[in-house]
């Protein structure tokens, strides 16, 4: 079973069980692991509860597919985005349960948590910096400070819409100067 | 590889950022969990988005500063006073220096500007308009990581309290 196989290859193997079990859901793993981390990423803000998400919902993905119970790619990734979404609940749920000693800590341990792709602090300072005031300010409160559009466009009192565009030509910039080879940055 | 109905950078911009509406959001998720290449597009927004979420700024409040020591962040702090030309040796067991910038009278409420100039250009480093500062302490603490390296070692700090007041230098020449 080649790892490019497409879903309903994978799907088939793994309910068929046999020789191909293993490879096809190590196949079917490395496909969604990826995919599933960005969906637990965007909605918990977090790199190891991310992880979380990717075990939680591979366990249950796997489970589904040996029992035959999804077999259609499109029900795949239905399957898949309903299991991301209980997971998310399930862990927001327990965070709430645990009680944390307080945001703050959680925000600071996230500033020094290890993101997966590592960006130097001076790289990241240098484009920022490249940036014009305006755009930089609206990438530092979405983004660092975590304030809703309506919120960003009140403290720099422009609309919302403004905002919005503002916020996508910024992040392509910051990512292209994050990209580029050293003599090229700003 | 490719992908009939690719989602653009700005949907994935405004999806990241919380600005779709639950329909559409759910829609660009379906789709994300089924495609490679735009969710490989939206990898780039998370990671660029995450760098930004997790950086310590240049500037940070006392609040942001407890609840680092509080994760466990090694941090040393190295007072300065107004006018001071200080001599600053990064140690290797410290993973962030606070350079506490001291002596200022900040009312609670009040405006700091914070610029940062390279001593040998007088070419800008960075600029803070509504700088974080420790009114109880009188001072403003410029977060220094061991990856500035990379930048202009000696700098200038200027503080400016209140609009039209005069700045308070520092001058901070570094030893990574």
């Known amino acids: ?11 088939a193997a793994i309910a068929l ?38 075990q939680t919902v591979l366990l249950g993905v796997l489970q589904a597919a040996r029992e035959g119970r999804v077999r259609e790619p499109e029900q795949l990734v239905r399957f898949v985005l309903g299991t991301c979404r209980n997971a998310v609940l399930r862990l ?26 590592p960006v ?29 559009s309506d919120e960003v466009a009140e403290r720099l009192e422009i609309t919302r819409g403004n905002v919005r565009v503002i916020r996508h030509r ?4 910051l990512r292209a100067c994050l990209d580029a080879p050293v003599r090229e940055r700003a | 590889m490719s992908c009939a109905s690719a989602l653009s950078w700005e949907t994935l911009v405004d999806w990241w950022a919380g600005d ?25 927004v998370a990671a660029t988005a995450e760098a930004v979420r997790t950086m310590v700024p240049p500037v940070v409040g006392p609040d942001r500063l407890a609840g680092l020591v509080r994760a466990g962040v090694r941090i040393l702090e190295n007072p300065i006073a107004p006018g001071q030309i200080n001599d600053f ?17 900040i009312p609670a409420g009040a405006r700091v500007e914070v610029t940062l ?60």
């Open chain 1, 1 to 11: 079973m080649k790892a490019e196989a497409p879903d309903g290859a994978l799907l």
């Open chain 1, 17 to 54: 069980g046999g020789a191909g079990l293993r490879e096809a859901e190590r196949a079917l793993c490395r496909r969604y692991a990826p995919r599933i981390r960005l969906y637990g990423l965007r909605h918990l803000r977090d790199e190891e509860r991310a992880r979380d998400v990717v």
């Open chain 1, 92 to 117: 927001r749920e327990l965070d709430r349960r645990a009680e944390p000693a307080s945001n703050e800590v959680l925000v600071a341990a996230a500033g020094m948590e290890t993101p997966r792709d």
């Open chain 1, 120 to 148: 130097n602090a001076a790289v990241l300072l240098r484009c920022l910096g490249s940036l014009g005031d305006r755009a930089r300010r609206v990438v530092e409160l979405s983004f660092h400070e975590e304030l809703e």
């Open chain 1, 170 to 173: 910024a992040l392509a910039a």
């Open chain 2, 20 to 44: 779709l509406d639950d329909a559409a959001g759910s829609s660009v998720e379906e789709h994300l969990l089924g495609c490679d290449v735009c969710s490989g597009v939206a990898g780039r």
């Open chain 2, 89 to 105: 040796h990064f140690p290797r067991n410290t993973d962030l220096a606070v350079h506490v910038l001291g002596g200022l009278v």
């Open chain 2, 117 to 176: 100039r390279s001593l040998a250009t007088g070419n800008l480093l960075g600029h803070v308009e509504d700088a974080p500062f420790d009114a109880r302490r009188g001072a403003v603490y410029l977060a220094c990581q061991r990856d500035y390296a990379q930048l202009d070692h000696d700098l200038v700090a200027e503080v400016r309290v209140g609009k039209d007041e005069p700045a308070t230098e520092y001058t901070i020449l570094h030893h990574f």
